[in-house]
């Protein structure tokens, strides 16, 4: 009888031990989630960027981080490069540089922009090829900007669209590194966009749809870098199965 009462405890000990290691594999994985999608809607925006409107800044294909932070203290500034909703279709997002500023009129004329009365054009040496057409003079509303690719001969932005203005508050980011691929032009892993500025549209039809697919990743390279025994065997099994 007492062999048999031990026998039950010791098995009650394993079940409950099991369920311990179970709940605590599961706090890790919701953490893990929880991380992500905080970052994800707070703090980063994760976007590939499919057109060349964006050359030879940021070329088709490029993976970049945009930084949702930048401008809780500053405007944006000329020449930042920033993501935005599309004032034709907020439900998409868009990468531009920025070139009109609120209140600012802008005049393209045979390809050179140029502020106000001023006499002198804005530097375009990003761009890939001399710029042509003439447009405008735009005024910028106030809280707005004036966007502008840098593939200018081939980029749908402030000049052809509906409402050609972006509002400040539609502004999501300020894109500040490109990270893929990793043989950079530059020959660095990760290239700083503060100092390359470009446009063009992400890839996303819906936003929460685009950036959900990066936040898993997260979520897996985070799981990958843990110690926990539950998650060396979740690695294991992962790998098994691919």
């Known amino acids: 009888m007492e062999n048999e009462e031990k026998n039950q405890t010791e098995q ?52 970049v981080f945009g930084n949702r932070l930048a401008y809780i203290k500053d405007d944006p500034e000329r020449f930042d490069i920033v993501i935005f909703k599309y004032p034709d279709d907020p439900s998409q997002l868009f990468v531009k540089r920025v070139i009109g500023l609120p ?9 050179k922009v140029y502020i106000n009365d001023s006499e002198e054009p804005l530097d375009d040496s990003f761009c890939p090829e001399t710029p042509e057409g003439s447009f405008g003079p735009y005024t910028v509303p106030e809280g707005c900007y004036f966007m502008l690719g840098d593939n200018r001969n081939h980029s749908m932005d402030s000049r052809y669209w509906q409402n050609p203005f972006v509002e400040e508050d539609a502004i999501e980011a300020e894109v500040a590194v490109r990270y893929w691929p990793l043989n950079n032009r530059d020959g660095s892993i990760f290239s700083k966009v ?19 697919v990066y936040q898993k990743e997260l979520a897996l390279l985070l799981i990958q870098a843990s110690p926990h025994p539950l998650l060396i065997a979740f690695r294991n099994l992962r790998r098994g199965l691919t």
């Open 12 to 63: 009650s000990d394993k079940s409950r031990s099991v369920w311990r290691e179970l709940w605590d594999y599961a706090k890790i994985i919701i953490a893990v989630f929880v991380i992500a999608f905080l970052l994800g809607h707070f703090v980063y925006i994760n976007a590939r960027v499919p057109s060349g409107s964006m050359e030879e800044t940021i070329m088709t294909g490029d993976r």
């Open 103 to 111: 209140g600012e009129t802008v005049n393209i004329v045979d390809g």
């Open 194 to 212: 503060k100092r390359i500025k470009s446009s063009a549209s992400l890839r996303s039809s819906t936003p929460n749809n685009c950036f959900a």
